[in-house]
């Protein structure tokens, strides 16, 4: 599976971004879609993900300010953001579980800036 994610980019704390992460290739059978994030000198940690059943799971850290949605029809997840924090910048990398052995591939990362 290809991944293409796009959306992020410079904002104000207290501003919001949506993330979005286009699926191509072996897109029919993709289990779950969701986003990690990595901040200089931190290590990759996990922000959210959609499952094909509709489940989701959020970090602590983005509860409540932070909502995945995706669409089947378009192999698309998206990440809404809302709320930002100077803490919430780092490069978001998108990923995808899929098929029958449960591949995970990456996407490329998009920066989120986030400014006092």
């Known amino acids: 599976v290809q991944l293409q994610a796009s959306g992020g980019g410079p904002v104000q704390a207290g501003g919001s971004l949506r993330l979005s992460c286009v699926a191509s290739?072996?897109?029919?059978?993709?289990?779950?879609m969701g986003w990690y994030r990595q901040a200089p000198g931190q290590e990759r940690a996990l922000v959210a993900f959609?499952?094909?059943?509709?489940?989701?799971k959020y970090a602590d850290s983005v509860q409540g300010r932070f909502t995945i949605s995706r669409d089947n029809a378009k192999n698309t997840a998206y990440l809404q953001m809302n709320s930002l924090k100077p803490e919430d910048s780092a490069v978001y990398y998108c990923?995808?579980?899929?098929?029958?052995?449960?591949?995970?591939?990456w996407g490329q990362g998009t920066l989120v800036t986030v400014s006092s």
């Open positions: 990923y995808a579980i899929y098929g029958a052995y449960s591949r995970t591939d």
């Open positions: 290739g072996y897109s029919h059978d993709i289990a779950t």
């Open positions: 959609v499952h094909s059943s509709g489940r989701t």
